[in-house]
């Protein structure tokens, strides 16, 4: 079975903090994105990286960052957290051809109070 | 731009009966779709997938079904169990940008015992 694990379950930081997730497939995808999810707004894209040190920005890339050093691992990075940040947090991953499904982690609460 | 949305937000069945889960399209190009279980607290669970070579597809207890003609993508729920209660959503995929899902903002299934 694919897995992407997100290593932070349920995070609480305080404003102006700076803030990991992270983020590891065990499929060799090539493709990993970074999404938040937000009630009535859907999943947006924050970044993607479709190769090791390669990244697009997405969407909503304001306020984030991200890391990509080896293949299987993904980092979102928050460089001075904000309330407007608190949100559900989705890392995924999918093979770099049309036609493949992406895979989500189990997501990454985090609370910016 | 693209899009992708449903047309119902909330669905109330009764256990047993089958459910039909809506979603339309926009962008003819799309040839791959997906259809997401989520959870409340968890993350997406891929359920089932389609190529736009085919307009029927079948798993266990799911069938999408694809109209290129109208741009509509279905999920069916046969003999639903209050386990299927969650967030349905379907997401787009094209060749000609393949590293770019679109995401419906979802459906919420409630399973009446």
């Known amino acids: 079975d694919v897995k992407v694990t997100q290593s932070s379950r349920y995070l609480v930081k305080r404003t102006g903090e700076k803030v990991f997730l992270e983020c590891v497939q065990d499929?060799?995808?090539?493709?990993m994105f970074w999404y938040r999810q937000d009630p009535g707004l859907g999943l947006r894209l924050i970044y993607f990286?479709?190769?090791?040190?390669?990244?697009e920005k997405g969407d909503i890339p304001e306020g984030y960052s991200v890391s990509r050093e080896k293949k299987e691992r993904f980092s979102l990075i928050l460089e001075s957290a904000s309330t407007n940040q608190t949100s559900m947090y989705l890392c995924?991953?999918?093979?770099?051809?049309?036609?493949?499904?992406?895979?989500f982690g189990e997501g990454s609460w985090l609370t910016v109070v | 731009g693209e899009s992708v949305g449903l047309h119902l937000p909330t669905l109330s069945v009764q256990e047993g009966d089958n459910s039909i889960i809506n979603c339309a399209y926009s962008?003819?190009?799309?040839?791959?779709f997906i259809w997401y279980k989520q959870e409340s607290g968890k993350g997406p669970q891929f359920i089932i997938d389609?190529?736009?070579?085919?307009d029927k597809r079948q798993g266990q207890r799911v069938t999408v079904l694809l109209n290129k003609t109208v741009k509509h993508l279905s999920l069916q729920i046969a003999a639903t169990q209050p386990g299927d209660s969650a967030v349905y959503f379907c997401?787009?995929?094209?060749?000609?940008?393949?590293?770019?899902?679109?995401f419906g903002s979802g459906t919420k299934l409630n399973v009446k015992p």
């Open positions: 962008n003819s190009a799309s040839d791959y």
């Open positions: 389609i190529r736009s070579n085919m």
């Open positions: 990286s479709y190769d090791v040190k390669m990244k």
């Open positions: 995924a991953s999918s093979f770099r051809t049309a036609g493949n499904t992406i895979y």
């Open positions: 499929m060799d995808h090539e493709n």
């Open positions: 997401a787009e995929n094209s060749q000609d940008n393949f590293n770019k899902f679109y």
